[in-house]
């Protein structure tokens, strides 16, 4: 009995020892905030425009800002040489050899392309559009057709014609733009602006697809 009397306490003992129900106690304070720290917005790098090349709109090998001309239906309202220089005059040689001559006072010109920005009221309505490609030459029909040109790419003497789409590609030059005035009552009611201007990527443009930076020329084309 005594060994009886012994054991069963210990048996007892280590059962309690093997079994916990108490669950643990935290001390928690209403009163106390956790600060968590927010994501720092990622800053996009700024735009810097590091094209050097100057460029101008020429007529008659002329540079001009304003040209006066009427606007009648059905004709030409001018064609415009585009040089890489601002001089007032040039050498009175053909489109091409005056482009040629200030291409080539330049390094990495290839990798700049020629774009143009054209704007005007009809209607009561401001009308915009920005040209990259021969495929804009309708875009503002039926007030106004823009044709391109490429007159380096062509042999000497021979005759051409404005850019087509399917007869683009990537040596394809804008060395002029011709306006053509397609319509007369209910007309462009302003003078028309056009600016031409030497891009190289996609970040030369903003969100509303403006180019944006500073090799540019801008002239005013008014009725009379």
Same mark, same amino acid.
């Given at each position: 009995?005594?060994?009886?009397? %012994?054991?069963? @306490? =210990?048996? !007892? $003992?280590?059962?309690?020892?093997?079994?916990?129900?108490?669950?643990?106690?935290?001390?928690?304070?209403?009163?106390?905030? %956790?600060?968590? /720290?927010?994501?720092?917005?990622?800053?996009? @790098?700024?735009?810097?425009?590091?094209?050097?090349?100057?460029?101008?709109? &020429?007529?008659?090998?002329? =540079?001009?800002?304003?040209?006066?001309?009427?606007?009648?239906?059905?004709?030409? !309202?001018?064609?415009?040489?585009?040089?890489?220089?601002? =001089?007032?005059?040039?050498?009175? +040689?053909?489109?091409?050899?005056?482009?040629?001559? *200030? &291409?080539?006072? &330049?390094?990495?010109? /290839?990798?700049?392309?020629?774009?143009?920005?054209?704007?005007? /009221?009809?209607?009561?309505?401001?009308?915009?559009?920005?040209? !990259?490609?021969?495929?804009?030459?309708?875009?503002?029909? @039926?007030?106004?057709?823009?044709? =391109?040109?490429?007159?380096?790419?062509? @042999?000497?003497?021979?005759?051409?014609?404005?850019?087509? #789409?399917? +007869?683009?590609? /990537?040596?394809?030059?804008?060395?002029?733009?011709? $306006?053509? &005035? #397609?319509?007369?009552?209910?007309?462009?009611?302003? +003078?028309?602006?056009?600016?031409?201007?030497? *891009?190289?990527?996609?970040?030369?443009?903003?969100?509303?697809?403006?180019?944006?930076?500073?090799?540019?020329?801008? %002239?005013?084309?008014?009725?009379?």
């Amino acid at each position: 009995m005594k060994k009886i009397l %012994i054991i069963i @306490p =210990l048996l !007892l $003992l280590i059962v309690g020892c093997t079994k916990n129900t108490e669950k643990p106690k935290y001390d928690i304070k209403e009163d106390e905030q %956790i600060e968590i /720290e927010e994501p720092k917005e990622i800053e996009e @790098p700024k735009y810097v425009d590091d094209n050097p090349i100057k460029i101008g709109i &020429y007529k008659d090998n002329k =540079l001009i800002t304003n040209y006066q001309t009427q606007f009648i239906h059905g004709s030409d !309202l001018g064609v415009f040489d585009i040089f890489f220089t601002n =001089l007032e005059t040039v050498d009175n +040689n053909s489109t091409k050899v005056n482009y040629k001559k *200030y &291409y080539n006072e &330049y390094e990495n010109i /290839e990798n700049y392309k020629t774009g143009f920005y054209i704007t005007f /009221e009809a209607n009561g309505k401001k009308y915009e559009e920005t040209i !990259l490609d021969s495929t804009k030459k309708h875009a503002m029909a @039926p007030y106004l057709y823009m044709y =391109l040109y490429d007159d380096v790419n062509q @042999p000497d003497g021979a005759w051409y014609s404005h850019i087509e #789409p399917e +007869n683009e590609n /990537e040596n394809t030059i804008f060395s002029s733009i011709k $306006l053509f &005035y #397609p319509y007369n009552d209910d007309g462009i009611s302003s +003078n028309i602006t056009l600016t031409v201007f030497t *891009y190289k990527d996609e970040n030369d443009f903003d969100e509303n697809n403006h180019y944006r930076g500073n090799s540019s020329y801008t %002239i005013t084309i008014e009725s009379i």
